[in-house]
């Protein structure tokens, strides 16, 4: 079964990049598309500006943007992230009678001073979504 | 799209199933452990109560102290009597957890732990159970997710495989059962 939640990317060059689109498409065997992109900003020496979660059916959880011009006033004065990251988590149990499938989360991240934020989409059920600071 | 594969190990490795328990005993299947011992055998039971693992002399990790080895190792019988846990190989451990992806990832932040099965926080009751990954010198008391098993992380692959550990005692008389969780970060 194909993963229902992706990233997507703002870059600092100006680029947006989607996961399993274009350059970085899923390649069964092959670096997956988020290591690929951490290598492609460490080669150009960009960034990511912005770190969203979408379906393709037109869901989308936005982090906070480090981008240079937000349109309201709470956005300008906010403070900015300094760091993205994305990465999924997965869980399982095992003992007991009790059947407890897998869960898998996928989980953007942005990266503060002193604190992270994060924003946790269930692969199985995009309705069920968190967010947490740590 | 990702997935674990559970196996207790042996001569021929057990697949756990969704509905399979581990069952650790006294020698014997379904065999009871005396109160403050450690378990003798280790075995795959089935949601029917059959023994998934009979045919496969599976692996048995005995805990024996927590410092008592070389350099204050920690100390097992894994069917040769006692040795230091750092000198186990990954076949000998009692679990093998394998994690696959179509695309190659690196994992992070891996965590096994044993809980009440209903609160991740809250040890199971009236057993104690101690894990390690293959290469740590010490066991460690899983106590519910605040005292998980660390396990290292690892570089990008299509397949992971994390060699566990895994010894328990009943802390007092009757059936125990809890649940052990194994969580893992990948991208």
Redesign the interface.
């Known amino acids: ?3 229902q939640i992706k990233w997507t990317a703002s870059l600092s060059n100006g680029e947006t990049v989607y996961e399993n689109k274009g350059d970085y498409k ?10 690929r992109l951490l290598k492609y900003l460490d080669k150009q020496g960009v960034r990511i500006t912005s770190l969203s979660l979408y379906t393709d059916n037109g869901k989308r959880w936005n982090l906070p943007s480090a981008g240079k011009n937000p349109k309201f006033k709470v956005f300008c004065d906010a403070e900015q992230p300094i760091g993205y ?18 869960e ?1 989360f996928a ?1 953007a991240e942005a990266d503060y001073k002193n604190k992270k934020l994060q924003i946790w989409v269930s ?1 199985k059920n995009p309705d069920v979504c968190w967010s947490v600071v740590i | 799209m990702a997935t674990f594969t559970w196996y207790l190990q042996g001569s021929t490795p057990t697949t756990i199933g969704a509905t399979d328990k581990l069952q650790f005993a006294n020698g014997v299947f379904n065999g009871k452990i005396t109160v403050g011992e450690y378990n003798d055998s280790t075995h795959v039971k089935s949601s029917t109560g059959e023994d998934l693992s009979a045919s496969n002399n599976p692996n048995n990790v005995k805990f024996i102290s927590q410092s008592g080895g070389g350099g204050g190792a920690s100390q097992a019988d894994w069917g040769d009597g006692t040795e230091d846990l750092d000198d186990m190989e990954n076949a000998e451990a009692t679990l093998k957890i394998n994690f696959s992806d179509e695309a190659s990832v690196i994992t992070e932040d891996a965590v096994f732990y044993a809980y009440d099965g209903t609160t991740p926080a809250t040890p199971p009751t009236d057993i104690t159970i101690v894990a390690a990954e293959v290469g740590d010198t010490n066991f460690t008391e899983i106590a519910g997710s605040g005292s998980p098993l660390e396990i290292a992380d690892q570089s990008a692959s299509t397949s992971h495989n994390y060699y566990i550990a895994v010894s328990a005692s009943p802390d007092a008389v009757g059936a125990k059962a809890g649940k052990v969780r194994f969580e893992l970060t990948y991208s």
């Open positions: 079964m194909e993963t899923i390649i069964k065997g092959e670096l997956s598309p988020w290591q990251k994305f990465f999924r988590k997965m869980g399982a149990d095992i003992i007991g009678g009790e059947i407890i499938k897998e898998i989980v692969e």
